[in-house]
Antibody, heavy 114, light 107 residues
Framework: QIQLVQSGPELKKPGESVKISCKASGYTFTDYAMHWVKQAPGKGLKWMGWINTYTGKPTYADDFKGRFVFSLEASASTANLQISNLKNEDTATYFC???????WGQGVMVTVSS | DIQMTQSPSLLSASVGDRVTINCKASQNINKYLNWYQQKLGEAPKLLIYNTNNLQTGIPSRFSGSGSGTDYTLTISSLQPEDFGTYFCFQHNSWPLTFGSGTKLEIK
């Protein structure tokens, strides 16, 4: 069956970096784009962008340009999200999602606190 | 950017009620509209894709309709397990955007 399994929760200090992984299984990884979605505590969903899993080209929503990097380990069917220079407002759950078909990872809670 | 205005933000209804949730796009989204249900601590679950297509495994009491800028999710007979927050999501134009959510409470 199709699954997206994300890495575990992270506790970071402001200014640090974090890398979140999303491992796909049950389908051909390079056939479908991978999207990233942010959900701050108690808030709604915000689309961050997507990565073309065939070419590796990322596309970022405006609010996520600069400190956010989408990457792939295609041989491992894994998409990654790296956030650098973390700020308190980056505290959120981050989901990977295959929009086509409605498959989502379980989410990764990233807490940024001094 | 396309803004998705979702209403109501909070909805309290009884088991058996017919419930509707609305999303209005700031421009035509050509029926590229999905509906998700999210429960606390879980990932969103796809209910309806492209306006009116029921996702596999979703009960038939859920349905979607709409066109142009106006879209509706209907639950024909509310069940206790339908509590949660519902989001619309347009995937017609970049950047993709979500509605602000409707919290559905069961009376």
């Amino acid at each position: 069956q199709i699954q997206l399994v994300q890495s575990g929760p992270e506790l970071k200090k402001p200014g640090e970096s974090v890398k979140i992984s999303c491992k796909a299984s049950g389908y051909t990884f390079t056939d479908y784009a991978m999207h990233w979605v942010k959900q701050a505590p108690g808030k709604g969903l915000k689309w961050m962008g997507w990565i073309n899993t065939y070419t590796g080209k990322p596309t970022y929503a405006d609010d996520f340009k600069g400190r956010f990097v989408f990457s792939l380990e295609a041989s491992a069917s894994t998409a990654n999200l790296q956030i650098s220079n973390l700020k308190n407002e980056d505290t959120a759950t981050y989901f990977c999602a295959r929009v086509s078909g409605g498959y989502w990872g379980q989410g990764v809670m990233v807490t940024v606190s001094s | 950017d396309i803004q998705m205005t979702q209403s109501p933000s909070l909805l309290s209804a009884s088991v058996g009620d017919r419930v509707t949730i609305n999303c209005k796009a700031s421009q035509n989204i050509n029926k590229y509209l999905n509906w998700y249900q999210q429960k606390l601590g879980e990932a969103p679950k796809l209910l309806i894709y492209n306006t009116n297509n029921l996702q596999t495994g979703i009960p038939s009491r859920f349905s979607g309709s709409g066109s142009g800028t106006d879209y509706t999710l209907t639950i024909s007979s509310l069940q206790p397990e339908d509590f949660g927050t519902y989001f619309c999501f347009q995937h017609n134009s970049w950047p993709l955007t979500f509605g602000s959510g409707t919290k559905l409470e069961i009376k």
